[in-house]
């Protein structure tokens, strides 16, 4: 699609799924529809709200915006796509309901997006307000979450994603239309890591950019009730979707993806789970690992004892007193018996 203003601006499609959230949905909404970008829709869907939200949404007298409400409650990953598949944009962003976007916002964003082809998402850093707007500092309150701008590159991004966890700021987000439809929509059945599990999807194939100033006002309820505050039942659910994040993340992409490529993925990946799982989890899933790997040795005939080595020596993840030393040597193992010396 190519919907541009006579300046030749390309369409940015906001795509907000909303729930109960009467108290903020109309200075979110203003704050996208006051940007200083020239060309915007927002899609923004209410997931049967039990307050007035879609009311005061339908009663924004703008003709940029299209509200639509479900039949019944869908949760905010398959709202958020419903917005996605509506949404005729050259680029899509997402935002909470609860959001605020600064002016230049995307206006910002766009620019880094149309100057550099190779970017499939552009991010910032937030700045904190609390439930009735107030600005929160980290001085005032540690707990709040990190989003630092980190910059790069593609392989140094993807591998900073596996080992840290999510550090993109959702709301910010700005996508290339193109790379969204490459990776397809967020995951409906990943509740708190849905996120991350798309920012992965892009990251593999994609440049990702962090402008390193505030472009919106991330809002924080200080009561636990954010999706990924942190508590028992936040770290169950953390640790539980991460496996599913990383099975998939595993499994190749395309018929096209060499076994070389997918297996430097889980090689990278297995060094993130060493730093973000318990030992019992970690050992589960490093079987799981080794058995796909194993397997794609099998199936690869051209590949090489060589490649498999130096493969686990250029990620330097493995040593005496590393305790997925006997991954590696099975591996090996399996590799040499398999394919054979061909170096």
């Known amino acids: ?61 703008d003709p940029r915006v299209r509200a639509h409400r479900n039949l019944v409650n869908v949760g905010p990953g398959e709202t958020v796509n419903r917005c996605i598949l509506m949404a005729k944009g050259d680029f899509i962003a997402v935002s909470g309901s609860d959001d605020i976007h600064f002016r230049d916002k995307t206006a910002i964003q766009v620019e880094h997006l149309l100057a550099n082809p190779r970017l499939g998402a552009v991010f910032s850093t937030p700045a904190f307000i609390g439930p009735q707007g107030e600005s929160l500092t980290r001085d005032q309150h540690p707990e709040l979450p990190v989003f630092p701008a980190f910059n790069a590159g593609r392989d140094a991004m993807f591998q900073e994603l596996l080992r840290r966890g999510n550090f993109l700021l959702a709301p910010s987000a700005i996508m ?87 297996d430097a993925r889980r090689v990278l990946m297995l060094q993130a789970l060493e730093h973000l799982h318990s030992r019992d989890v970690l050992n589960f899933r490093a079987r799981l690992l080794y058995g796909q790997i194993s397997g794609g ?31 590696t040597t099975k591996l090996l193992r399996h590799a040499r018996k398999t394919i054979g010396r061909k170096t």
């Open 176 to 262: 290339r239309r193109s790379v969204v439809e490459g990776v397809g929509l967020f995951d409906p059945g990943l509740i708190q890591l849905q996120d991350y599990d798309y920012w992965l999807r892009i990251a593999v194939d994609n440049d990702l950019l962090v402008v390193d100033q505030p472009l919106v006002q991330y809002r924080m309820m200080l009561n636990g009730s954010n999706l990924s505050s942190e508590n028992e039942a936040s770290r169950n659910r953390h640790h539980f979707e991460l496996s599913i994040v990383f099975e998939k993340l595993a499994a190749p992409r395309s018929a096209g993806e060499s076994v070389e490529q997918v």
């Open 297 to 327: 040795v099998d199936e690869h005939n051209g590949a090489s004892m060589g490649a498999y080595r130096q493969l686990i020596s250029d990620n330097a993840i493995f040593s005496d007193r590393n305790p997925l030393v006997d991954f």
């Open 1 to 61: 699609m190519n919907y541009t203003t006579s300046s030749g601006a390309p369409l940015v499609s906001y795509c907000i799924p909303a729930y109960n959230h009467a108290q903020y949905v109309e200075a979110c909404l203003k704050s996208i529809l006051a940007q200083s970008y020239p060309n915007i829709e927002v899609v923004v869907i209410d997931d049967c709200s039990t307050d007035s939200t879609y009311e005061i949404i339908r009663s924004l007298d």
